[in-house]
């Protein structure tokens, strides 16, 4: 569905601006200009584009900017919403572009002195590549003619005409340029040469005059000489570019509203192709893969004095690294364009932390440049050293590019973004391999693990989405040839042998930070915290208030949250430890038991293996709380599954079947096995069938399975307290804390404390030894939120499985809802003909606030309202989403759990929330009360 922007008041403000008028417009008022400026930075963003602010920035700044104009963002919402040009619009650009005429001395045109002129988009929020752009407008068969006598040079004067026909041929008029690439390839066919460079002027005027004619053929008109009817078709053309699907993708993908529309900048043209001494290209103040402070990018050497000082003055007016697009035109250098340049979050997190050290932005800053999200790449699998050496020496390492993105990948081969986004949504791993990428490969590289391309640079398309991704990506891979059509890439042998051929479906690795790519899987391991990564977390860990635990179940589950910061166990799950193949028959033993006694045999039998979980957790988390969930789900999940079991029956009666035609005393003992075994699995059917429920999430399970059969609690409760006692006894110190699942009602705990408080109590009488222990209970039931002052009087802290309360407050099974009908919600359902979207976000991904969090706030009030000092802790998986997070920390919860790897992103996200909380001031959250 088409997105349409509300239109904007705009009151008294100007509908366009020169680049100099618009500075001091945004700093005028009382006081300082520059602190004024600073205040309206964001409102001049929102109405001038983030280029159309930079480039008044600059030009105010002294660098040396090609003059031109800026037309507000809120033209682009009349456009939208009169469905036309706004009236009078083009003759306040003419006029405006007089005064751009009279600085350069050139006219637009003008068939002896002609002005040239870029028309550019430019939103609020940077959208590389997204929107259109229309170059080199104002040249006609007049024009072309007067550029090629003043810059004596015919040939330059036409391979600018045939661009800007293509270009504007395209993006205008809607031609594909696949059309004008097949005129260009057939004339540097007849002319011999290889490269456009070699095409003389003469034959660049023959290809113009190609260019008309496809332009005639697809249109029916001749290519406009008009340059006003130039200006207004491009202008109104990038005004359309909001809207187009790549852009639409884009905005939905980074969350940028839909309704804020592009400005329109019109420059006036400088040419990097003039002559030797010109060139363009693009710099980023800082390496934007590692965070190095080093100029990094495509330059002349020649110009590097001029960009080094004119790049470092930007940098410190903005605070920040800055991506420069420049032209260098006969020596003299002009800056295009600046914006804060995107960076990995290895290199985010790196001058984050050096700048703060440099003194350029203070602490809280340094923190809020850091998207927590992204911390997670630096964590992510890494290739193993020793596997990817004995790669490279079994002459598996196919070719080397531009280590343009960093990062590890694996996955098969897709040549087609198409093909990209499906597999992907089917779960697939696939790297998407291109000869170059553009904006409209976006959607096959979202889904993709990792990007390589043939042609292009370290600031190619490829190389800048990937890195904004967090994306893999080897770029510039020159020796490797696509053929499209057989679906396959070639590189050469690097001993001469034929060409190697990789098709569709193989496997490769790709290592974005060294430019390889690899035939097949390689070994991967698990990266620790950066040196400037443990800088910044532990600047976090002095800003924040909240807690921040780890979900584990194992030792090294629990190693790892410890090395990256966790201040302790938020859940562990006991049920996962039953899963393991040395306990899972002794589990099924328990279930299947036929009485108390045959029960408890099965579980004296699973109690040491719990004591040796327990022990190697606390041994762990020494000196951290460790909170234990008691068993959770309902026993048929250990089990397994009737239509399996029912197809073993059928394959063991065939079997039987077939051993009863011989003698019997032949196949004895195979009959016995036989028999035994299906008389095995007939029982598990049958158990399987008594445990079947119609709403298995609601039925026996938690709290009510350890009501129902309390020798089970009464099992982990001593697992739990022994471990404890042990570890005591080695001088390591155990907190445990247990919680029972799944309470409803406060009868459920009041019963379930009495069975542990007596079993605690035995165990700690036996050993002669007191253990400091918590009692609490899960808040995951609607009607506990709703009772949670009566649950207080029992339970010393609530965790929020925000996990389940989310499920039973929706009515939804989250796998089914993911599965059939959530990701319709998320991308819009049709009603009347239109895509309408129920859901913003997936509810089990960033905590609905509105209903499961008023059900939380209400739990907090209330529990807080019985025990002031109650601890309150989230222990879902929201508890490693940083906006959930924020929530948490608004409603004052005492700690969140994440997953071991998501811990740092926790610690940064808690932060953030403090700084945002106190930047608030006067409003106070519930933690502040």
Request: with cysteine; proline share 4%; glycine share 8%.
């Amino acid at each position: 569905m088409k997105k349409v922007p509300a239109a904007m008041p705009q009151g008294s403000l100007p509908r366009l601006f020169l680049f100099e008028e618009a500075h001091k417009f945004f700093s005028a008022g009382d006081g300082d200009p520059a602190a004024n400026l600073a205040r309206r930075r964001d409102e001049m963003k929102a109405i001038l584009g983030g280029k159309g602010a930079g480039l008044a920035e600059m030009t105010a700044s002294g660098v040396q900017v090609p003059p031109g104009l800026t037309i507000t963002t809120a033209n682009c919402l009349d456009y939208y919403k009169q469905g036309k040009m706004p009236e009078g619009l083009l003759a306040l650009v003419l006029e405006k572009l007089a005064k751009v005429e009279e600085t350069v001395g050139r006219k637009l045109g003008d068939p002896s002195a002609p002005l040239l002129v870029s028309v550019r988009s430019g939103a609020k929020f940077s959208m590389p590549g997204m929107m259109d752009t229309i170059l080199n407008l104002g040249l006609n068969s007049e024009t072309v003619n007067g550029l090629a006598a003043i810059t004596a040079n015919p040939r330059f004067a036409f391979d600018s005409y045939r661009r800007f026909i293509q270009m504007y041929g395209n993006v205008v008029l809607g031609i594909d340029k696949e059309e004008f690439e097949h005129c260009l390839s057939k004339l540097k066919q007849s002319e011999g040469v290889k490269l456009d460079s070699e095409l003389s002027a003469a034959a660049l005027k023959s290809l113009v005059a190609s260019y008309k004619e496809v332009v005639l053929a697809r249109t029916g008109k001749p290519f406009p000489e008009n340059v006003q009817e130039q200006l207004a078709s491009a202008i109104e053309a990038v005004f359309l570019s909001w809207n187009n699907p790549r852009a639409i993708y884009y905005r939905d993908l980074n969350k940028i509203d839909h309704n804020i529309g592009t400005a329109v900048t019109v420059q006036s043209m400088v040419f990097g192709n003039l002559d030797d001494r010109s060139a363009t290209g693009v710099c980023f103040t800082r390496n934007p893969s590692t965070g190095e402070k080093a100029l990094f990018g495509e330059y002349l050497i020649h110009v590097m004095a001029q960009l080094s000082a004119t790049v470092q003055m930007l940098e410190s007016h903005y605070r920040d690294v800055q991506d420069i697009e420049f032209t260098v035109e006969s020596g003299k250098l002009y800056i295009l364009q600046t914006r804060a340049g995107k960076r990995t979050a290895e290199a985010a997190v790196r001058i984050a932390v050096e700048m703060f050290e440099e003194g350029i932005i203070g602490r809280n800053e340094a923190l809020m440049r850091v998207d927590p999200r992204e911390i997670n790449s630096i964590l992510l699998p890494s290739f193993d050293a020793s596997a990817k050496s004995a790669a490279a020496k079994g002459g598996r390492l196919l070719a080397v590019g531009l280590n343009a993105s960093p990062g590890a990948a694996i996955g098969e081969v897709v040549f087609d973004p198409d093909e990209a986004e499906q597999r992907g949504k089917n779960g697939e791993k696939v790297i998407l391999v291109r000869v170059e990428t553009c904006p409209d490969d976006i959607h096959g590289i979202v889904p993709a693990q990792g990007v390589v391309t043939c042609r292009g640079g370290m600031t190619s398309h490829a190389a800048v989405v990937a890195r904004g991704m967090g994306k893999p990506c080897v770029a510039g891979c020159e020796t490797m040839r696509i053929d499209a059509s057989a679906q396959t890439f070639t590189v050469p042998a690097p001993d001469g042998s034929p060409a190697r051929i990789v098709r569709k479906g193989e496997v490769i690795s790709i290592d974005g930070s060294t430019g390889e790519i690899f035939l097949g899987a390689i070994e991967t391991r698990v990266a620790g915290l950066t040196k400037h990564l443990a800088q910044l977390l532990d600047m976090a860990d002095s800003v924040r208030k909240l807690g921040i635990r780890a979900n584990a179940d194992t030792p090294y589950d629990a190693q790892v949250a410890r090395r990256f910061g966790a201040e302790g166990i938020g859940l562990c799950r006991t049920e996962h430890m039953f899963m393991s193949q040395d306990r899972l028959p002794v589990v099924q033993e328990m279930i299947l038991a036929d009485g108390l006694d045959s029960r408890m045999a099965a579980l004296d039998k699973l109690l040491p293996m719990q004591r040796q979980d327990f022990i190697g957790l606390f041994e762990a988390m020494d000196g951290l709380p460790v909170t234990i969930r008691l068993l959770d789900p309902p026993l048929h999940e250990f089990l397994p599954r009737k239509e399996e079991l029912v197809e073993e029956v059928r394959a063991l009666e065939a079997r039987l079947s077939d051993l009863n035609r011989h003698s019997r005393r032949k196949v004895r003992n195979a009959v016995a096995r036989a028999e035994t075994a299906l008389s095995e699995k007939r029982a598990l059917i049958a158990k399987v069938e008594q445990l079947h429920e119609v709403n298995p999430m609601m039925g026996l399970r938690g709290c009510r399975l350890g009501l129902v059969f309390p020798e089970i609690n009464v099992m982990q409760v001593r697992a739990i307290f022994e471990a404890a006692v042990d570890c005591s006894r080695r001088g390591i110190k155990a907190q445990p804390e247990v919680m029972i699942p799944l309470i409803g009602d406060v009868q459920e705990l009041n019963a379930a404390r009495a069975v542990f408080d007596a079993c605690a109590a035995q165990v700690m009488q036996e050993a002669g030894l007191e253990v400091d222990y918590k009692f609490g209970t899960m808040i995951e039931v609607p009607r506990a939120a709703l009772t949670a002052d009566e649950i207080a009087e029992v339970a010393e802290f609530f965790s929020f499985g925000t996990n389940d309360l989310t499920q039973m407050t929706y009515a939804f099974s989250r796998d089914d809802a993911e599965g059939k009908f959530l990701q319709h919600y998320l991308e819009g359902v049709d009603v009347l003909g239109q895509k309408r979207k129920i859901f913003k976000e997936n509810p089990f991904v960033v905590l609905d606030r509105k209903g499961v969090g008023k059900l939380m706030r209400m739990a907090v009030d209330s529990g807080r309202s019985v025990r002031q000092d109650i601890k309150l802790g989230i222990c879902g998986e929201h508890g490693g989403d940083p906006s959930s997070i924020a929530f948490a920390h608004e409603l004052g919860l005492t700690y969140v759990s994440s997953s071991p790897y998501r811990v740092p992103i926790a610690r940064l996200a808690a932060a953030q929330a403090q700084i945002e909380a106190d930047e608030r001031g006067g409003q106070a959250t519930q933690r502040d009360k």
